[in-house]
Protein backbone atom coordinates (compact mmCIF):
# COMPACT_ATOMS: atom_id res chain seq x y z
CA UNK A 1 0.00 0.00 0.00
CA UNK A 2 1.28 3.27 -0.66
CA UNK A 3 2.20 6.04 1.53
CA UNK A 4 -0.85 8.05 -0.05
CA UNK A 5 -3.12 5.79 0.71
CA UNK A 6 -2.22 4.64 4.18
CA UNK A 7 -2.55 8.28 4.79
CA UNK A 8 -6.24 8.31 3.55
CA UNK A 9 -7.20 5.33 5.61
CA UNK A 10 -5.66 7.01 8.31
CA UNK A 11 -7.85 10.48 7.52
CA UNK A 12 -10.96 8.17 7.08
CA UNK A 13 -10.87 6.38 10.38
CA UNK A 14 -9.82 9.02 12.77
CA UNK A 15 -12.72 11.10 10.97
CA UNK A 16 -15.29 8.82 11.58
CA UNK A 17 -14.67 8.07 14.93
CA UNK A 18 -13.73 11.64 16.40
CA UNK A 19 -15.41 13.54 19.16
CA UNK A 20 -17.60 16.45 18.23
CA UNK A 21 -14.91 19.42 16.17
CA UNK A 22 -15.59 22.25 18.42
CA UNK A 23 -17.72 25.24 17.64
CA UNK A 24 -19.08 22.43 14.66
CA UNK A 25 -21.49 19.80 14.17
CA UNK A 26 -19.68 16.25 13.80
CA UNK A 27 -22.10 15.55 11.29
CA UNK A 28 -21.58 18.12 8.62
CA UNK A 29 -18.13 17.16 8.97
CA UNK A 30 -18.72 13.86 7.98
CA UNK A 31 -20.96 15.25 5.34
CA UNK A 32 -17.62 16.98 4.00
CA UNK A 33 -15.97 13.57 3.78
CA UNK A 34 -18.96 12.08 1.68
CA UNK A 35 -19.09 15.09 -0.18
CA UNK A 36 -15.48 16.07 -1.42
CA UNK A 37 -15.86 19.32 0.62
CA UNK A 38 -12.12 19.28 1.91
CA UNK A 39 -11.65 23.27 1.68
CA UNK A 40 -14.45 23.19 4.43
CA UNK A 41 -12.64 20.35 6.01
CA UNK A 42 -9.52 22.57 6.33
CA UNK A 43 -11.18 25.38 7.46
CA UNK A 44 -13.28 23.17 10.43
CA UNK A 45 -9.88 21.65 11.84
CA UNK A 46 -7.01 24.52 11.13
CA UNK A 47 -7.94 27.22 13.90
CA UNK A 48 -7.91 24.51 17.05
CA UNK A 49 -4.95 22.77 15.21
CA UNK A 50 -2.54 25.85 14.83
CA UNK A 51 -3.18 26.61 18.40
CA UNK A 52 -2.22 23.27 19.81
CA UNK A 53 -5.33 20.89 19.69
CA UNK A 54 -2.84 17.93 18.95
CA UNK A 55 -5.66 15.23 17.23
CA UNK A 56 -6.66 17.94 15.25
CA UNK A 57 -3.42 18.74 14.13
CA UNK A 58 -2.79 14.36 13.14
CA UNK A 59 -6.50 14.67 11.49
CA UNK A 60 -5.29 17.39 9.11
CA UNK A 61 -2.08 16.18 8.44
CA UNK A 62 -3.72 13.27 7.32
CA UNK A 63 -6.20 15.52 5.05
CA UNK A 64 -3.06 17.74 4.25
CA UNK A 65 -0.63 14.78 2.90
CA UNK A 66 -3.42 12.23 1.68
CA UNK A 67 -4.51 12.20 -1.96
CA UNK A 68 -7.25 15.17 -1.13
CA UNK A 69 -4.59 17.24 -0.30
CA UNK A 70 -4.68 19.31 -3.66
CA UNK A 71 -8.19 19.66 -3.51
CA UNK A 72 -7.49 21.89 -0.13
CA UNK A 73 -4.93 24.04 -1.69
CA UNK A 74 -2.80 24.37 1.00
CA UNK A 75 1.14 23.77 0.50
CA UNK A 76 2.18 20.68 1.06
CA UNK A 77 4.50 21.59 4.19
CA UNK A 78 1.94 22.75 6.35
CA UNK A 79 0.77 19.17 6.41
CA UNK A 80 4.34 17.85 7.56
CA UNK A 81 4.31 20.61 10.05
CA UNK A 82 0.96 19.72 11.47
CA UNK A 83 2.38 15.98 11.53
CA UNK A 84 5.52 16.99 13.02
CA UNK A 85 3.71 19.03 16.02
CA UNK A 86 1.13 16.11 16.58
CA UNK A 87 4.03 13.44 16.88
CA UNK A 88 5.71 15.92 19.11
CA UNK A 89 2.53 16.02 21.55
CA UNK A 90 2.92 12.67 21.92
CA UNK A 91 -0.10 11.39 19.70
CA UNK A 92 1.22 7.81 18.57
CA UNK A 93 -0.44 7.75 15.03
CA UNK A 94 1.26 10.91 14.26
CA UNK A 95 4.52 9.16 15.36
CA UNK A 96 4.01 5.89 13.03
CA UNK A 97 3.48 8.34 10.21
CA UNK A 98 5.99 10.22 10.63
CA UNK A 99 8.76 7.50 10.96
CA UNK A 100 7.28 5.82 8.07
CA UNK A 101 7.33 9.45 6.05
CA UNK A 102 11.35 9.58 7.50
CA UNK A 103 12.22 6.19 6.37
CA UNK A 104 11.35 7.33 3.20
CA UNK A 105 12.26 10.95 2.86
CA UNK A 106 8.91 11.16 1.89
CA UNK A 107 7.06 14.91 2.38
CA UNK A 108 10.44 17.19 2.10
CA UNK A 109 11.37 14.91 4.93
CA UNK A 110 15.25 13.78 4.77
CA UNK A 111 15.84 10.02 4.53
CA UNK A 112 16.82 9.44 8.09
CA UNK A 113 16.84 5.78 9.24
CA UNK A 114 17.69 6.47 12.74
CA UNK A 115 14.56 9.21 13.15
CA UNK A 116 12.63 6.70 11.26
CA UNK A 117 13.47 4.04 14.39
CA UNK A 118 13.08 6.77 16.68
CA UNK A 119 9.82 7.79 16.05
CA UNK A 120 8.61 4.20 15.23
CA UNK A 121 9.42 3.37 18.96
CA UNK A 122 6.51 5.64 20.13
CA UNK A 123 8.47 7.04 23.27
CA UNK A 124 6.09 7.95 25.74
CA UNK A 125 7.95 10.82 27.27
CA UNK A 126 9.05 14.21 26.86
CA UNK A 127 12.91 13.68 26.97
CA UNK A 128 12.35 10.32 24.57
CA UNK A 129 10.55 12.76 22.17
CA UNK A 130 13.01 15.27 22.38
CA UNK A 131 15.66 12.81 21.49
CA UNK A 132 14.16 11.94 18.41
CA UNK A 133 13.05 15.77 17.11
CA UNK A 134 17.15 16.68 17.17
CA UNK A 135 17.51 12.97 14.95
CA UNK A 136 14.63 15.14 12.72
CA UNK A 137 15.85 16.39 9.47
CA UNK A 138 14.13 17.99 6.16
CA UNK A 139 14.66 18.66 2.95
CA UNK A 140 12.40 20.91 2.40
CA UNK A 141 13.64 24.05 4.73
CA UNK A 142 9.73 25.37 4.78
CA UNK A 143 8.67 21.72 6.61
CA UNK A 144 10.18 23.05 9.54
CA UNK A 145 7.59 24.28 12.39
CA UNK A 146 9.34 27.81 13.72
CA UNK A 147 9.69 27.80 17.08
CA UNK A 148 6.35 30.03 17.61
CA UNK A 149 4.26 27.77 16.42
CA UNK A 150 5.71 23.92 18.42
CA UNK A 151 6.54 25.44 21.76
CA UNK A 152 4.70 29.08 22.41
CA UNK A 153 0.81 28.21 21.66
CA UNK A 154 -1.86 27.78 24.44
CA UNK A 155 -1.24 24.42 25.19
CA UNK A 156 2.03 24.45 25.21
CA UNK A 157 2.99 27.97 27.14
CA UNK A 158 2.29 27.45 30.79
CA UNK A 159 3.84 28.96 33.70
CA UNK A 160 6.38 25.74 34.28
CA UNK A 161 7.14 25.17 30.53
CA UNK A 162 9.79 27.65 29.91
CA UNK A 163 12.79 25.75 30.13
CA UNK A 164 11.33 22.41 28.20
CA UNK A 165 10.11 24.39 25.41
CA UNK A 166 13.61 26.54 24.62
CA UNK A 167 15.04 23.02 24.51
CA UNK A 168 12.19 21.80 22.30
CA UNK A 169 12.83 25.09 19.96
CA UNK A 170 16.41 24.04 20.47
CA UNK A 171 16.64 20.37 19.37
CA UNK A 172 14.38 21.34 16.52
CA UNK A 173 17.26 24.10 14.70
CA UNK A 174 14.91 26.66 15.51
CA UNK A 175 16.52 28.96 17.84
CA UNK A 176 14.12 32.16 19.43
CA UNK A 177 13.94 34.96 21.72
CA UNK A 178 10.49 35.89 22.98
CA UNK A 179 9.78 39.66 23.48
CA UNK A 180 6.98 41.79 24.19
CA UNK A 181 5.47 44.54 22.17
CA UNK A 182 2.84 45.61 19.80
CA UNK A 183 2.35 44.05 16.37
CA UNK A 184 5.50 44.81 14.48
CA UNK A 185 6.28 47.96 12.52
CA UNK A 186 8.43 48.67 9.64
CA UNK A 187 11.34 48.87 12.45
CA UNK A 188 10.65 45.94 14.56
CA UNK A 189 10.33 43.81 11.02
CA UNK A 190 13.63 45.16 10.16
CA UNK A 191 15.11 44.35 13.78
CA UNK A 192 13.32 40.69 13.05
CA UNK A 193 14.86 40.15 9.65
CA UNK A 194 18.82 41.24 11.02
CA UNK A 195 18.10 38.23 14.00
CA UNK A 196 16.99 35.86 11.19
CA UNK A 197 20.02 36.45 9.32
CA UNK A 198 21.63 34.89 11.90
CA UNK A 199 19.35 31.88 12.22
CA UNK A 200 17.36 33.52 15.54
CA UNK A 201 13.53 34.19 15.50
CA UNK A 202 13.34 37.25 17.29
CA UNK A 203 9.33 36.88 18.14
CA UNK A 204 7.29 39.52 19.13
CA UNK A 205 4.25 38.13 21.45
CA UNK A 206 2.26 40.76 22.27
CA UNK A 207 2.29 43.38 24.87
CA UNK A 208 -0.94 42.19 27.20
CA UNK A 209 0.61 41.44 30.60
CA UNK A 210 -0.05 38.00 32.13
CA UNK A 211 2.43 36.43 34.90
CA UNK A 212 2.05 33.14 33.91
CA UNK A 213 3.31 33.75 30.57
CA UNK A 214 6.22 36.42 32.10
CA UNK A 215 7.48 33.41 34.15
CA UNK A 216 7.21 31.14 31.01
CA UNK A 217 9.04 33.74 28.71
CA UNK A 218 12.07 34.51 31.42
CA UNK A 219 12.62 30.97 31.55
CA UNK A 220 12.43 30.36 27.86
CA UNK A 221 14.86 33.07 27.16
CA UNK A 222 17.60 32.07 30.06
CA UNK A 223 17.86 28.72 28.24
CA UNK A 224 18.15 30.08 24.96
CA UNK A 225 20.23 32.43 25.45
CA UNK A 226 22.65 30.19 27.79
CA UNK A 227 22.06 27.80 24.46
CA UNK A 228 22.99 30.04 22.27
CA UNK A 229 26.26 31.34 24.25
CA UNK A 230 27.38 27.90 24.63
CA UNK A 231 27.42 27.17 20.71
CA UNK A 232 28.21 30.62 19.10
CA UNK A 233 30.79 32.25 22.27
CA UNK A 234 30.24 33.63 25.83
CA UNK A 235 29.01 37.21 25.00
CA UNK A 236 27.42 35.89 21.20
CA UNK A 237 23.77 37.34 21.47
CA UNK A 238 24.56 40.16 23.56
CA UNK A 239 27.12 41.52 21.28
CA UNK A 240 24.89 40.46 18.31
CA UNK A 241 21.87 42.66 20.24
CA UNK A 242 24.26 45.82 20.76
CA UNK A 243 25.20 45.97 17.18
CA UNK A 244 22.08 45.41 15.39
CA UNK A 245 20.60 48.38 18.17
CA UNK A 246 23.50 50.46 16.76
CA UNK A 247 22.67 49.95 13.07
CA UNK A 248 18.58 50.03 13.93
CA UNK A 249 19.18 53.36 15.75
CA UNK A 250 21.23 54.37 12.77
CA UNK A 251 19.14 54.04 10.30
CA UNK A 252 15.98 54.98 12.38
CA UNK A 253 17.61 58.59 13.59
CA UNK A 254 14.70 61.04 12.72
CA UNK A 255 15.60 64.42 11.57
CA UNK A 256 13.43 67.57 11.91
CA UNK A 257 11.44 66.22 9.82
CA UNK A 258 10.45 63.20 11.56
CA UNK A 259 11.66 61.01 8.37
CA UNK A 260 14.23 58.40 8.48
CA UNK A 261 17.84 59.63 7.66
Same mark, same amino acid.
Given at each position: ?14 ? #??? %? +? =? $? !???? *??? /?????? &? ?45 ? #??? %? +? =? $? !???? *??? /?????? &? ?26 LACVRLT ?12 ? #? ?111
Amino acid at each position: MSLRSKWMLGLLAGL #LSC %A +A =V $A !GDDP *AHE /HRRVRT &GDYKALHRSLWFDAQFGDAEKQERLAGLLLGPHGREVGAPRHEGVRF #LFR %A +A =V $A !GRPA *AMR /HLADAL &GKGAFGLGKLPAAARCWSSVPAGFEQRLACVRLTGFRDPRARVPCMD #LAVTRSSATRDSGNAMARLCLANGTPAILVPGLPPDRQMLDRIDRYKRHGIDWVVTGDVYEADFETFRDAFNKTMSAAIDTERGRGYLERLSNEIDARIDAKYRTSTTGHPQ
